[in-house]
Nanobody, 124 residues
Framework: QVQLVESGGGLVQAGGSLRLSCAAS????????MGWFRQTPGKEREFVAA????????NYADSVKGRFTISRDNARNTMYLQMNSLKPEDTAVYFC?????????????????WGQGTQVTVSS
């Protein structure tokens, strides 16, 4: 089982930027597909972005395309989410997730390992 810990959340004004990190431990995630999801109270967890084990393939939700960039550093067992041009509607708890197989979809059910989440709040 892999353990995931997110960091980098916080309060930012609309139009600003944040970079989230997801550090993995327990086993190397270099062969894992990894992803970011977000959730607001009363709503289902929403797909944000995912990245293949090599970093060569990425997938984004339409709502964040052109503003967010997912990346990973397998040598550091860490994944990132660079968030630019943030909007109030990006406010949520952001979770990182991992699965030990290729996956090119957006379902949270496909991921078996999850972090505890980090709060991102964007003020208008």
């Amino acid at each position: 089982q892999v353990q995931l810990v997110e960091s980098g959340g916080g309060l930012v004004q609309a139009g600003g930027s944040l970079r989230l990190s997801c550090a993995a431990s327990g086993r190397t995630t270099s062969s894992y597909t990894m992803g970011w999801f977000r959730q607001t109270p009363g709503k289902e967890r929403e797909f944000v972005a995912a990245i293949s084990w090599s970093g060569g393939s990425t997938n984004y939700a339409d709502s964040v395309k052109g503003r967010f960039t997912i990346s990973r550093d397998n040598a550091r067992n860490t994944m990132y989410l660079q968030m630019n041009s943030l909007k109030p509607e990006d406010t949520a708890v952001y979770f990182c997730a991992a699965r030990p197989a290729p996956y090119f979809g957006s379902s949270s059910a496909a991921f078996g390992s999850w972090g505890q989440g980090t709060q991102v709040t964007v003020s208008s």
